[in-house]
Structures are given as structure tokens and as C-alpha cells.
């Protein structure tokens, strides 16, 4: 390899998430995790959620992107989730707050049963924040798991669903908030 073979090929691997294949999400919580939030003790918002990966926001993994910042697309999720049992979230001077990290994202292929399928997995630290201190947290591992064929925001929105889920379902969160 000559020395302009080897700054081109540079070149492209520095830019490579330039040219991610950019994807819309309109995730919309569908599931039916039964949590009723209707009755909370304290008043709750959902917070920023910031990104520890470092590069592009809209990132989502390997050589996709969304049309819109994945701290974003968690927090909208995050929302969701407690809306969908009933909680009527605050946006100002809340006693708590749910705030988070996304720590990483990785798509892998897998078999499923000889069906190659994509997996999506976003693990973020997500914390319950009050009186000036962290009160709980834990790290959610938000795994999706679609058929090659259908694509990464099916297994975006399945991630998501099961975020939400780990969420509303571990007792030590929910003894806090009810």
C-alpha cells in the first residue's frame, strides 16, 4: 500500500459515522407493564439523560443513526413508561427525579432458531435523584431482538420496551417512588 492508499483509507474509517444509514423513530410504549403509578407519593420528573459513548448523539450503533439524539429517544420512552401507569409527571420542582446515562450501544447478529436476527443492546444508568442526593440506581439493559429482514428500529423500540419494563418492575425503584 502506497502512502495515499493508506491516508484514504484513514480518511474513511475517521468519517465512517458520517455515513451511517440514518433511520426515524417514532417510538410509541405499547406494552402493558400493569405498574400503576396513578397514586405516586412524591411528585416525579424525568430529567436529561446524557451520553457517555462520546461521538455522535444521534448514534445509535454500528452504522445507524436516528433523526434525533438517542438521550432523547430514552427520555421520551422514560415517560412514556410512567405515563402509561397512570403518573402525572412534573416538568418543574419535582421531589424526584429520574435521571440517566447511556453507557453503550451494540448491534450484534444472532441466531435465533436459524432465523438471523439483529440484536440491540443499550445498556444506561439511570438514577432516582432527591433531597440533594441519589436515593437508587441501577444500570438497565435494554435488549431488542428482530429478524435481520425487519430492520433496526423494530429492534429499537423492543429495547425500549424492555427498559421500561425493568424499570417498572424492580421493587427497591418502585419503594421509593410509592
Known amino acids: 500500500m502506497n502512502l ?10 475517521m468519517s465512517a459515522p ?8 417514532d417510538y410509541t410504549y405499547t ?21 457517555d459513548r462520546g461521538g455522535e448523539p444521534n448514534h445509535i450503533a454500528e452504522d445507524y443513526s436516528a433523526d434525533a439524539p438517542l438521550t432523547d429517544i430514552i427520555r421520551d420512552a422514560l415517560i412514556q413508561g410512567f405515563e402509561h401507569g397512570g403518573a402525572e409527571l412534573a416538568t418543574e420542582d419535582s421531589d424526584m427525579q429520574v435521571a440517566g ?22 445498556r444506561t444508568n439511570v438514577a432516582l435523584q432527591g433531597r440533594g442526593r441519589t436515593i437508587w440506581e441501577t444500570t438497565l439493559f435494554a435488549r431488542g431482538t428482530v429478524p435481520m429482514d425487519e430492520g433496526i428500529v423494530p429492534a ?6 424492555r427498559m421500561i419494563r425493568e424499570l417498572v418492575s424492580d421493587d427497591y425503584f418502585l419503594i421509593e417512588i410509592q
Open 4 to 13: 495515499r492508499q493508506i491516508l484514504i483509507a484513514a480518511l474513511l474509517i
Open 18 to 25: 458520517a455515513f451511517a444509514a440514518e433511520v426515524s423513530v
Open 31 to 51: 406494552g402493558n407493564h400493569r405498574t400503576d403509578f396513578s397514586n405516586l407519593r412524591v411528585s416525579l420528573a424525568v430529567v436529561d439523560i446524557t451520553d
Open 101 to 122: 446515562r447511556i453507557l453503550s450501544s451494540q448491534l450484534q447478529t444472532v441466531d435465533r432458531g436459524g432465523v438471523e436476527s439483529l440484536q440491540l443492546t443499550i
Open 156 to 161: 429499537l423500540n423492543a429495547a425500549m420496551d
